[in-house]
Structures are given as structure tokens and as C-alpha cells.
């Protein structure tokens, strides 16, 4: 293993996938190889469909890759076993999804409880984290309203809570403005570099929008399967 390997928060090796349909193989990553340190944002960029919500979901924990290996503070997520997977995606990584995936029914705060209910917490201390999630994005007079009476930047500001109310070290975010009007993505973009900045919290966020990947640290352009490091200016 590098030393980069070594000092890196997550990083994604030689990742490879593939799917089948009988005789007909798709492959989406081909060798992809990129790296998040503690605390840093990086961008994964590229069109529609060559593989960033894929590669999100393998560093993620979402998906196995074909080949490759996805280690997070060195370790192999796919030796450890299932019981360390779950352990994984519930607590030391937050995701948050273009279309906000909040449940219709639910009120801000209850939708924000979820992962830390899914991690077996007590209600009341699911409720209290929720509650101070949902205060640092902004949000402490909208914990009784339902995603229906919220608007677009509103309802992803409650997933940014959902996804930290577990305390995470890296924020996955697929395309998370994408749904917004410009001024509205500006705000919400903001808000994920100010939490990264006040949580110490590494991001990695998929986006064809390329304002946004300039203000990430380190950027990454997806083509034909492949990852290269954009080199800034590009």
C-alpha cells in the first residue's frame, strides 16, 4: 500500500464496474483510482452517465466494486465483513442525494432522526441530534414542517442534517444542488464548505457544474470510465 493510501481518509484503487445482461457486459469504471483526505473537498466531475453516482456509491458502501479496492483509514471495506459495512454507512459517512429522497409524510425533524435511529440510538437522543442537526443548516424553526411545505433548498438542507446527524467524517453527495436554481445552489454550496471547514468533515460531491468544482480543493474529471486530477486552471 502507497504512503498516499496510507495518509489519505478514503481512497478508491484500480475500482472497476461492471454490469450484465447475458452475454452483454456494460462496463462503467474502468481502473479508477482517486483520493479524499480528512477534512478536504473534492470534486467528481463529468457529463450525465459516465459513472460519478457508480463511483459515489462504491466509495460509499452502497455497491461492491467488480475489481478494485475502496479503503477507509487504510482498511479494506470489502474484508471487513457485513456487520463493519453496516457500521460504516451508518457512521462514518453521511450521503445526500440530488432528488433529497425525504419521506413525504415525515416532519424535518423526524425525517433527520432516521440514520440515527437506524444506528439503534434512544429516541430521545436521536430526536436531541436531530434537532441540533437541522439548527446548524439553518433549519430550527422548520422541524414540524413536512418536505411538502418546505421549498427545494429547504428540503436538501434537511438532508444535510439527516446525513450529519450521525457525525460523520465524509459527506457523499450525488449532484446536490443539481434540483436548485443557481442562486439557490450557491447557498447550499456554501453550506457544505462551511460545514467542512467548521466539522473538519471531508466532501466529496459529484457535479457537471464546474463553478462549483473550481471552489473544491482537488477536482477529478470522469471520462470513458476513467478518472484524471484536473490540474487547477484547466
Known amino acids: 500500500m502507497s504512503d498516499a493510501a496510507r495518509s489519505a481518509l478514503l481512497v478508491g484503487q484500480d475500482l472497476e464496474k461492471e ?5 452483454e457486459v456494460l462496463r462503467v469504471l474502468r ?3 482517486v483520493e479524499i483526505g480528512a477534512g478536504e473537498v473534492v470534486a467528481l466531475v463529468g457529463a450525465s452517465g459516465v459513472g460519478k453516482s457508480t463511483l459515489l456509491h462504491l466509495l460509499g458502501g452502497l455497491d461492491q466494486p467488480s475489481a478494485g479496492r475502496v479503503l477507509f483509514e487504510g482498511e479494506d471495506l470489502f474484508a471487513r465483513g457485513e456487520a463493519a459495512l453496516v457500521r460504516y454507512r451508518r ?3 453521511g450521503f445526500v442525494f440530488q432528488f433529497y429522497n425525504l419521506l413525504g409524510e415525515m416532519t424535518a425533524i423526524e425525517n433527520a432522526m432516521i440514520p440515527a435511529l437506524l444506528a439503534r440510538r434512544p429516541i430521545r437522543e436521536a430526536r436531541e441530534r436531530a434537532e441540533a442537526a437541522l439548527a446548524e443548516v439553518g433549519l430550527a424553526d422548520r422541524l414540524h414542517h ?3 411545505e418546505l421549498s427545494g433548498g429547504e428540503q436538501q438542507r434537511v438532508a444535510i442534517a439527516r446525513a450529519l446527524v450521525n457525525g460523520p467524517k465524509l459527506l457523499l453527495a450525488d449532484e446536490p444542488t443539481g434540483n ?3 442562486k439557490t445552489s450557491e447557498v447550499v454550496f456554501d453550506l457544505f464548505l462551511r460545514l467542512s471547514a467548521e466539522r473538519g468533515l471531508a466532501l466529496a460531491f459529484a457535479t457537471h457544474n464546474m463553478d462549483l468544482a473550481r471552489r473544491a480543493e482537488r477536482s477529478y474529471r470522469l471520462v470513458e470510465g476513467r ?3 484536473v490540474v487547477p486552471g484547466e
Not at 454490469?19 to 452475454?23: A, E, L, N
Open 91 to 93: 457512521h462514518d459517512v
Open 19 to 23: 454490469y450484465r445482461s447475458g452475454p
Open 180 to 182: 436548485l436554481d443557481p
Open 227 to 229: 478518472a484524471r486530477l
Open 146 to 148: 413536512r418536505p411538502g
Open 31 to 33: 481502473g479508477v483510482t
